[in-house]
Each structure stands twice: as C-alpha cells, then as structure tokens.
C-alpha cells in the first residue's frame, strides 16, 4: 500500500477531467466466443508507483499471450488521483475502467455504492483457500466478495546500518531507542535520526497501536481514536519532533522522506515493501544494497504493531467485458505471478503457497516484511474506512505544528468519527 491518502481530497475537481481512459467503452460487447474463447478489451487501471509500474505494465499485458483476442489497455493512475478518479467515472458511466488494483480500504467503499461486480462463482476467484486470511478478509463486504488479493503489506523501520553503526547503536526496538539512537546519530555526523511521516495519517497508526489504542471497534460500533491512547500517540510523534529526533513535513512527505533516506540525510524511517526499489536506488545503497536494513515497526509503551495494507483486484460493475475481466484477475493473482512480482519488486505475496517457493523463501526483504504482516492489525473493512484518515490528518497537521494539543487532537479525530459514522457512540 503505497501511501498518499491524503491527496485523494484535493484531486476531486480535476478528476472528472482524467477519466478520459476508462475501458468499458471500447469493449464493444467483447465476451467469450461460441468456441470459449475471450476476445475484445480489458481495461486495467494500476495504481503501483514510479519504481513498480514497468513490471506491472509488463504482467498484465502478458496476458494477451495466453488470449490471443483480447487487448490489455494498460493506464497507470496515481495512487492519489484513484480513489476520486474511478468514482467519478464509475458513477457517470463513463470512462471506468474493466479491472483497477484498489488499495484494500476502497473495496468495501466501492462495493456500498455499488461500482464493483461480486466475484463469488465467477472465474475470478481461483484456489481460494490459497489466500492469506487477512488479505481476503478485506475483498469481502456483505458476504460477498468484490475482490482478489494481490499484495498484502504493513510498514516496517528502514535504516541505514553504516549511520547507525558509525553512531554506535543497535536497531532501536521502540520509539523510546528511535528518541535515544537519534541523538547519537546526530551527535556523531549532524544527521537526523528519522523522518516522521506528517502529512499522511496512514502513519499515525504505528504509534496509535503501540500505545494500545485503536480507531474502532466495528463490532460494538464504538469509536476509541479519541480515548487516552489516542491522545498519547499523538504525543509520542510530537516529542519525537520537539526533541529533534525527528523531521517532519506537511505535504509531499512520500518523496521528501525517501529522498532523505536514500541520500542519507536521516538514518530511519518508516516505510513498506513498496519502497523497498526506490531506496535501493539511492546512492546509500546503489552499489551496497546490505547497507539496507528492514526491521518491526517500533514498540510504543504498550506493544509493537504496524497496520494492514495491500492491494486488491477488483471489476467494475458496469465492464462490457466481464469474461475477460475475471480471467484477467485470475491471472493478475494467480501465484505465478505473484512469484514475479516477488522476485522483481519484493512485494509480499497473498497466496501461502508462493512462500514456498524458494526464490520467495530466500527474499530477504520477505523475510523482513514478514513477521511484520503477521502481526499486522487489520484496518475496520467498512465503507467509510479510506474517509477515516482525512480527519486524523488535520489534526495531526494541527498538533506537530503545535496549534493543538495531542489531547485536543485525539478530541478532534473522535468528533470528527461521530459525525461521519451513524450508530457509533
């Protein structure tokens, strides 16, 4: 789960203006022919970033190879730009495209409004027990499912083992060793010891678990943001920046943290497999990729947790061509190319029966992100989930910047929460 949810607000008005590439009208009724064979043109809207998208452009029109009738239009949409894009065209019946890689928040959204076709005893859905648990469980809303699980993820501590070693400090296992390595770290070469995402609420979450704290309890339909643990996470990233632990930013923070850390300008920062190719391409770790390490996200004072993220395949409703669609989702999650994508992009696999494999088996940043998925909290799967985070980043905004205070923060989300959610107390 590549992160920028907080940029999907503010693309809304320009997004009916991209919705030019949708697919569903140059199928042209495209289904199987009398003879079972797929024919017409499957629209494929991926929303992987910079360094993933040329693998993923490659994947999916390979499977022209297999179905020889069928055109795999390719369009690459920013992760930002998605969300809004695809309702925007789902909901005018205009330019949607036939399958979009959703971020795993947006299906229950999508399949409430209505924009995404069940799956359940279509092609789509292949060896279904292979799936990991927690990736399935959010491609399922209403007891159906809308959605193949294609990369499941969670965020995980980079550093820099050069920095950290010449600082003379061992890879800090909670928030309290980031505060007390930092230190070090820029006693010994002036450097900053961790970027701290505050632009993107996503990454409120590592603190908030850590402290023990919660957003929700859909169960009960209780809102827990703004309870004492809440408030204490905010807490935690305001002395961390307070001290100089850390830097922070309010806009831009995915390329402003990844430039720092692979020109070494911090030695932390929190972040997911997805980043993984980018860091590898800077100049700390271009020609010493060892110099990369990966470990658990850091412990607050309650437990060590880090949320669930990943990516899903889901078909638009209103597709001309759902044949294809299904099978090109098949493929798109089918272990081959799962494996693919390990082995080029070191993504985490949905399927339990690719972790076998030993080129998988063997990836060491597999290996790293791992432990940290399965011990992942799962996000609330409900419609409102992906509208859940604007409301934390204003307020985080409000208190790094120190115009509130982390209680008057945590306030803030939970009032927020009772306004958008009806029936939660």
């Known amino acids: 789960m590549r992160r920028g949810i907080a940029a999907t607000a503010l693309v809304s008005a320009l997004a009916l203006a991209a919705t030019a590439c949708g697919g569903d009208s140059d199928n042209e009724g495209g289904k199987k022919s009398s003879g079972g064979e797929l024919s017409g043109t499957v629209t494929f809207w991926d929303t992987s970033n910079d360094a993933e998208k040329a693998t993923y452009k490659a994947i999916a029109e390979s499977f022209e190879k297999e179905h020889k009738k069928v055109d795999v239009k390719y369009v690459s949409v920013p992760f930002g730009e998605a969300n809004a894009k695809f309702k925007n065209a789902a909901g005018g019946n205009s330019g949607a495209p036939d399958v979009m890689r959703t971020e795993v928040a947006w299906v229950a959204d999508f399949a409430n409004l209505g924009y995404l076709a069940p799956l359940d005893g279509t092609s789509a ?59 070090k770290v820029r006693s010994k070469s002036g450097k900053t010891g961790l970027y701290l995402r505050g632009d993107d609420p996503y990454f409120y979450l590592p603190y908030l678990y850590g402290e023990g ?7 009960s339909k209780e809102i827990l943001v703004d309870d004492a643990e809440g408030a204490a996470a905010f807490e935690v990233m305001k002395d961390l920046v307070d001290s100089k632990a ?55 004072t309650a437990r060590q947790a ?52 030993p080129t998988v088996e063997n990836n ?8 940290a998925v399965e011990k992942s ?22 208190v790094l ?15 927020a929460y009772r306004k958008l959610l009806k029936g939660y107390k």
Do not use: C, H
């Open 364 to 371: 060491q940043m597999v290996q790293f992100f791992l432990p």
């Open 306 to 357: 880090s949320p669930q993220g990943g990516w899903n395949l889901a078909a638009y409703a209103g597709s001309g061509n759902l044949d294809a669609s299904y099978e090109f989702i098949k493929y798109m999650s089918s272990a081959k190319v799962q494996q693919q994508t390990t082995e080029k992009l070191s993504l985490l696999p949905t399927r339990t029966s690719v972790y076998s494999a």
């Open 246 to 300: 850390a830097v922070t930013d309010a806009s831009d923070g995915y390329n402003n943290q990844l430039n720092a850390f692979k020109d070494g300008d911090v030695a932390m920062m929190l972040d997911g497999p997805w980043s993984i190719e980018g860091a590898l391409a800077g100049k700390q770790f271009k020609d010493d990729e060892d110099n990369l390490g990966v470990a658990a996200v850091p412990a607050g």
């Open 377 to 398: 909290v799962q996000r609330p799967w409900i419609p409102e989930a992906n509208a859940l985070f604007e409301p934390i980043r204003l307020e985080m905004g409000k």
């Open 213 to 219: 704290g919660d957003l929700l309890d859909t169960k």
């Open 401 to 415: 910047s120190g115009k509130a205070t982390p209680e008057q923060g945590a306030k803030g989300v939970g009032d």
């Open 125 to 183: 859905l292949d060896k279904e027990a292979d799936y990991l648990k927690q990736a399935a469980a959010s491609t399922k809303f209403k007891g159906k499912t809308y959605a193949a699980p294609q990369t499941i993820d969670s965020l995980a501590l980079f550093y820099n083992k050069k920095m950290l070693k010449a600082a003379g400090v061992d890879v800090p296992a909670s928030f309290a060793d980031v505060k007390e390595a930092a230190k």
